[in-house]
């Protein structure tokens, strides 16, 4: 196996005895597999684990492709993949805790990880706190015994504070409690979680590791004990990937490596443009200094996606309609992560509790898609100058 990832994206999970001698995988449909003898039905049930067909649920060479090629880029001892990112996020969190226990998560964590965690895990007596995400080493004042694990996200994917993984990781370990991160806007070509010591990397493979808009999947690629409980709390959970959702991510993760720096090298581009802007407050990228934890995104991270917020100057959200409504090519829609660009207006205060979010204007989160950048950066000239006509500047 190579070093590189580049390679490791063309030949991961492409085993001759999966392949049968074409390029890519197959969709094996299965809920049925068949058995030869009662010897090698006694041999499956005592391996249930092993990649051999056993029962639709338990994935076939399809799955499997998939779950090596993410396992070999992650540096992981395996993967699980789920029907979404979220049950991603939500599995990774069932598997390592139980009712008294304490959990922490960022308090710039995905909406839906902390609807989990404020529904179902308060329901089971699981305690959940939030932190300020860029609380690095302090994290270590709000550990307790019964901390079971810390959630992060790194950057976060409304609000872009970059975390301090290496030093949240150490004063974990210290605790004896499992870190977890949820990858998704780095993905592992980015930031390799689990070589910073994270015990689950998840991704939701729905946004770039798919990359074309049309497939919900996730998975969590982990190491050691937290990989063991992982595997079982999935198995328990009944989770399973189609195999047409599973092939169509094992088909984006090939040309991932090449799709990601033309993200990186447009919203580059366009983060520059817009940070001249007399509209624009601040530019919410970890490439930017005014970044929070810029200066840690240099150190851990080998890129930066497509994915980034501005604070508007001056104006509400209302305002935002006169531009997000008219846009030629940003079109509005939470799940980027595509070829396509995006434009979403999204307010982060209702989901702060650490500190209040307070900015100048309304938070635009862009996704910079593969489009001509000239053709971008006229559809939002054109569009902030729509913002300023209606709030009357
Ligand atoms: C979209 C997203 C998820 C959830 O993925 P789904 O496949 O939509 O469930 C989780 N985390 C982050 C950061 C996301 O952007």
Same mark, same amino acid.
């Given at each position: 196996? &190579?070093? *590189?990832?580049? @390679? ?18 197959? $969709? ?42 993410? @396992? ?16 991603? $996020? ?6 390592? $805790? ?77 605790? *004896? ?5 949820? *990858?998704?806007?780095? @993905? ?34 982990? $190491? ?9 709390? /999935? ?99 939470? &799940? ?41 950066? /006229? ?15």
């Amino acid at each position: 196996m &190579s070093d *590189n990832d580049d @390679t490791k994206l063309v030949t991961g999970g492409r085993r001759k005895e999966w392949t049968h001698g074409v390029v890519n995988p197959p $969709v094996y449909r299965a809920s049925t597999c068949l058995f030869d003898s009662y010897a090698q039905l006694r041999e499956r049930i005592a391996d249930p684990t092993a990649k051999q067909l056993f029962y639709g649920r338990k994935g076939t060479p399809t799955q499997w492709a998939l779950e090596e090629a993410l @396992t070999e880029l992650e540096g992981a001892d395996g993967t699980m993949l789920f029907p979404s990112g979220i049950a991603a $996020v939500t599995t990774s969190i069932l598997a390592l $805790v139980k009712a008294g226990d304490h959990i922490l998560i960022t308090d710039s964590a995905y909406e839906p990880t902390r609807t989990f965690a404020n529904g179902l895990l308060k329901a089971m007596n699981i305690e959940a706190e939030y932190y300020d995400p860029t609380i690095g080493a302090g994290i270590a004042a709000l550990l307790r015994p019964n901390t079971s694990v810390v959630v992060t996200e790194s950057p976060g994917s409304l609000t872009f504070e970059v975390q301090d993984i290496p030093a949240i990781v150490a004063a974990a370990k210290e605790n *004896n409690t499992y870190v977890i991160t949820d *990858n998704t806007w780095a @993905t592992p070509l980015f930031f390799k979680p689990l070589e910073h010591g994270i015990d689950i990397s998840i991704e939701a493979c729905t946004k770039y590791i798919g990359g074309h808009s049309d497939a919900m999947i996730g998975s969590a690629s982990a $190491v050691g004990k937290a990989w063991r409980r992982l595997q079982r709390t /999935a198995y328990q959970m009944g989770h399973m990937v189609s195999p047409d959702d599973a092939f169509l991510t094992s088909r984006g993760l090939r040309t991932l490596g090449i799709r990601l720096k033309a993200h990186e090298e447009n919203a580059l581009k366009i983060a520059a443009w817009l940070k001249d802007r007399p509209e624009v407050a601040t530019v919410l990228h970890p490439a930017f200094e005014e970044c929070p934890g810029h200066a840690i995104w240099a150190r851990d991270f080998a890129g930066s996606s497509g994915l980034f917020s501005i604070v508007l100057k001056g104006g509400d959200y209302p305002d935002t309609a006169a531009m997000v409504d008219d846009m030629h090519l940003f079109k509005m829609g939470f &799940s980027w992560g595509g070829f396509e660009s995006l434009i979403l207006p999204s307010d982060p205060t209702s989901s702060r509790t650490t500190a209040k979010w307070s900015a100048p204007g309304p938070l635009l989160r862009l996704h910079i898609g593969l489009e001509d950048t000239d053709d971008l950066i /006229a559809d939002l000239e054109a569009g902030l100058m729509r913002y300023s006509r209606h709030i009357g500047n």
